[in-house]
C-alpha cells in the first residue's frame, strides 16, 4: 500500500503539540473525513473548539472513540492503560488503536490487556518535538524528515501496520518499525538520557550559590542554553517516560557514568590526547547526525539573528 490512507473517522485523545500536529496534518493531507478529540480538561477543549482545527470536540474518551476507524492517544504514556480499558468496550470493530509515547514497552504491557481481539493494536513514537506544550502549540510540518517509530507487538495484522505506516508517511515522517524493548534501548541512549541530563545541568546551575539566577540567565552561552532547552519540555510526561523505562535509562546511565569518569580521569591527569580522541569522535557523530537531515548545519544550528546595528 503506497497510496496515502483515508479514514473515514479518527480519535486523538489528548490535544497537545502532537495530537494538534496530528490533526493539523490530517486535515492538511486529506486523511479523514472526520477528525474528533478529547481532552482531559474542559479548558482545553474549549480552546480546540475556538481554533476550528478538528470537525468534532467531546467531553469523554468514550464518546470520541464510538466509530472511529483510527485511535491515537495523545497523552501522557502513565495515563494509557487507564484510559485504554476505558475506551476499549467502545471500540469499533477493525479499528486501528495507536499511541504517540516514547516508551513502548510499558505501553505494550498497560494497554494490549484491555483491548479488545477485534482490534488492530499498533504503538507508535513520532520521534519529533519541541519544548512547547498545549492545544496552540501544534503545526502541520513538525512530522517531515523525523522519524516514527512502530512497534507492533506479535501476531498484528500486517495490513493494519502497513496502514498506519502509510498514515505517518504521509504526514511527512520516515517510518521505522521495532520491537517495544529495542525502541527503548535505543530511545535511552538518543531521547531520555540527554533530557535527564539537561535537566540535572539546570538544575545544578540553580542550586549553585556562587551563581546568582540573573548571571545564569545573563551569561547562558550555546551550551546551557540549548540544555535549558530541552529541560523546558513537559514535566508530567517526563516524569511517566523515566518511570515507564527505567531499566533502559538505568543502563544507559551507567555507561555513561563510566564515560564520564573516564573523562574526569583525563582532565585529572592533563590527558590532553585521551580528551582530543574524545572530542574528535563526538564531533563525527555530530555530523553524521546532520548528514542523515536530523539537524540543519547552518551557523548557529540555523537561529535567526538581528541584522548589527550601525554606531
Known amino acids: 500500500m503506497n497510496a496515502a490512507p483515508h479514514f473515514r473517522r479518527i480519535a486523538l485523545i489528548g490535544f497537545g503539540l ?21 481532552a482531559r480538561s474542559e479548558k482545553t477543549r474549549a480552546r ?31 495515563a494509557c492503560g487507564a ?13 486501528i488503536v495507536s499511541d504517540v509515547g516514547s516508551v513502548k514497552g510499558s505501553i505494550v504491557r498497560d494497554m494490549a490487556p484491555h483491548l479488545p481481539d477485534n482490534v488492530h493494536f499498533v504503538p507508535a513514537h513520532p ?15 513538525l512530522f517531515i524528515n523525523r522519524w516514527c517509530i512502530l512497534t507492533p507487538p ?34 535511552a541512549i538518543t531521547s531520555h538520557l540527554p533530557h535527564l541530563i539537561a535537566y540535572t545541568i539546570v538544575g545544578t546551575a540553580d542550586e549553585l550559590g556562587q551563581v546568582t539566577s540573573s548571571e545564569v540567565i545573563k551569561f547562558s552561552a550555546g551550551g546551557f ?41 583525563a582532565i585529572r591527569r592533563g590527558d590532553g590526547e585521551a580528551l582530543f580522541d574524545h572530542f574528535t569522535r563526538t564531533r563525527a557523530i555530530r555530523r553524521g547526525i546532520v548528514e542523515t537531515g536530523q539537524d540543519s548545519a547552518a551557523p548557529d544550528f540555523g537561529r535567526p539573528h538581528p541584522p548589527l546595528a550601525k554606531q
Not at 170 to 175: E, Q, T
Not at 181 to 187: M, T
Open 83 to 95: 484510559v485504554a480499558e476505558e475506551i476499549a468496550p467502545h471500540l469499533k470493530a477493525g479499528a
Open 18 to 38: 502532537i495530537g494538534g500536529s496530528i490533526a493539523r496534518a490530517a486535515k492538511l493531507q486529506g486523511l479523514a473525513s472526520e477528525i474528533v478529540t478529547t
Open 225 to 265: 542554553r540549548d540544555f535549558t532547552r530541552i529541560a523546558a519540555s513537559d514535566p508530567t510526561m517526563w516524569r511517566d517516560v523515566f518511570l515507564a523505562n527505567k531499566d533502559a535509562v538505568l543502563e544507559m546511565l551507567g555507561t555513561f557514568n563510566e564515560d564520564l569518569s573516564k573523562l574526569t580521569r
Open 127 to 141: 520521534v519529533a518535538g519541541t519544548e512547547h506544550s498545549g492545544p496552540d502549540s501544534g503545526f502541520a510540518e
Open 48 to 78: 480546540v473548539a475556538e481554533l476550528g482545527i478538528v470537525d468534532l470536540v467531546v467531553a469523554t474518551n468514550a464518546e470520541a472513540v464510538e466509530d472511529a476507524d483510527l485511535v491515537i492517544l495523545c497523552i501522557p504514556v502513565g
Open 154 to 187: 506479535e501476531g498484528v495484522d500486517a495490513e493494519a501496520v502497513e496502514r498506519l505506516r502509510a498514515f505517518w508517511a504521509a504526514l511527512g515522517a520516515k517510518v521505522e518499525v521495532m520491537t517495544p524493548d529495542h525502541h527503548d534501548l535505543v530511545l
